[in-house]
């Protein structure tokens, strides 16, 4: 029973398959039929992906099947036996993903459990999202689209079996804390990487061909400068709104920079002090945005205003470089970076908070020597909650022997809350390694 119930499963995605092929979206027709393969692994996400896949399916049958009956009826052709059929195909893919949510489905595939959910999550989330992006986006935003049209959904399918595999990993928070400078410099590499290739003509690499120069800064001062231009600020605060200030731990091409300086410095890291992570970056945020607004006022051209952000990029590189090295800490982004601040404090509106249980936490200074943006002084430690600089990058929770330090949410458990924020930020890291570029 159980083989012949998986074999329907595997039939009901070929199915799908095939009336992706009829519309001649052979990606899709590719992916789907790939899908069944993820059900021989017994992955537990695997099966959950797989069901939510077939629902879907069901819907999509239904639609279709609506669509096809008006049109036999609007030829006067007759349409019964095509409504039987549909309905059989759709009473299929419905009963195959609902089996695969049963119990008896649930001892088939053994493995990942605990994590199977968030993982699933991650997975589909990753792929909706690409997809999404494919579908409103002018230009093929992904690159196997521009290197073969039609194959981006082949590689939204690997994008969303990677989220899903970091999602496991990084459930446990020591992995996550090994993990998260491993994956944020990999982001950053391909970034550049991207690039400069593209630069040296291969032009396929760049998102529009329309450069602008990757300093943070620039998110909020580019805009005001040109008048214009409203992508990287409308993506910037649509992440901050979904993961708060993690933005600048996981997902900022330039913070990896700073990360690994840091990492290069002593240990423990320096703690800097309020006057500088917060009035040192609320001196720079006045000093780009005010600056971009005078250099418009006074018509300088754009390749004079360019050059000055390129001084201020490289300013920041050169704090990262000796102050971030030398103290140990992220020095770029805890006290140079504007937009690190503004993330800090439009990341106060989201409910996501890092919390210290201090009927746990025996002062050890665990959670202290591991943050490096120095969030996590004596004060606030007996206040119970980092300070505005944190960026909930988590290293602190796989740090704490004691497991003292959670995520919070409204309405979760520490374990659900977690779960929930790393499969945001995995699918969004998975996300931005697909389409961003320049």
Not at 173 to 178: D, G, I, W
Not at 219 to 230: D, Q, Y
Not at 362 to 376: F, N
Request: net charge positive; aromatic share 8%.
């Amino acid at each position: 029973m159980n083989a012949l119930m998986l074999s329907l499963a595997a039939l009901a995605h070929l199915l799908l398959a095939a009336h992706a092929l009829r519309r001649g979206d052979w990606g899709l027709c590719a992916a789907l039929a790939a899908l069944p393969l993820l059900l021989l692994t017994r992955q537990g996400w695997a099966r959950l992906a797989a069901s939510a896949t077939l629902l879907a399916g069901a819907a999509l049958w239904v639609s279709a099947g609506a669509e096809f009956i008006q049109l036999r009826q609007a030829f006067g052709e007759p349409w019964l036996r095509l409504a039987l059929i549909m309905a059989a195909v759709c009473g299929l893919t419905l009963a195959s993903g609902l089996w695969l949510l049963g119990a008896r489905a649930q001892t088939l595939f053994p493995r990942g459990r605990g994590a199977e959910l968030p993982q699933a999550a991650a997975f589909l989330l990753t792929a909706g999202l690409l997809a999404l992006a494919s579908a409103k986006a002018k230009a093929p935003v992904l690159l196997a689209d521009r290197f073969l049209p039609g194959s981006g959904w082949l590689e939204a399918l690997l994008l969303a079996l990677y989220a899903a595999w970091l999602t496991g990993r990084i459930l446990d928070p020591r992995q996550h804390r090994l993990l998260r400078p491993r994956i944020w410099a990999a982001f950053s590499a391909l970034f550049f990487g991207q690039l400069a290739l593209g630069l040296a003509g291969f032009t396929d690499l760049l998102m529009t061909g329309r450069l602008h120069l990757p300093v943070p800064a620039l998110i909020a001062a580019g805009p005001l400068f040109r008048g214009e231009g409203l992508f990287m600020p409308i993506l910037f605060a649509s992440t901050v709104l979904l993961v708060g200030p993690a933005w600048c731990s996981h997902l900022c091409y330039i913070g990896a920079w700073d990360d690994l300086s840091s990492r290069r410095g002593p240990k423990p890291p320096r703690v800097l002090p309020r006057a500088w992570t917060v009035g040192g970056r609320l001196a720079a945020l006045a000093l780009t945005c005010g600056g971009a607004l005078g250099l418009r006022a006074l018509g300088v051209p754009g390749g004079t205003a360019a050059l000055l952000a390129a001084a201020f990029g490289l300013a920041g590189v050169g704090v990262m470089l000796f102050a971030s090295q030398r103290l140990g800490t992220m020095a770029h982004c805890t006290a140079f970076c504007p937009i690190g601040l503004v993330g800090n404090l439009l990341g106060r509106l989201v409910p996501w908070r890092m919390e210290i249980r201090l009927d746990a936490c025996t002062r050890c200074g665990s959670c202290a020597r591991a943050c490096r943006y120095s969030a996590l002084t004596p004060l606030e430690i007996e206040a119970g909650r980092p300070g505005l600089s944190c960026t909930l990058c988590g290293d602190c929770v796989g740090a704490c022997p004691h497991e003292a330090m959670r995520y919070r949410f409204p309405g979760l458990s520490p374990t659900a809350a977690r779960a929930s924020f790393l499969t945001l930020v995995a699918a969004l890291h998975a996300v931005f390694l697909g389409v961003a570029r320049i």
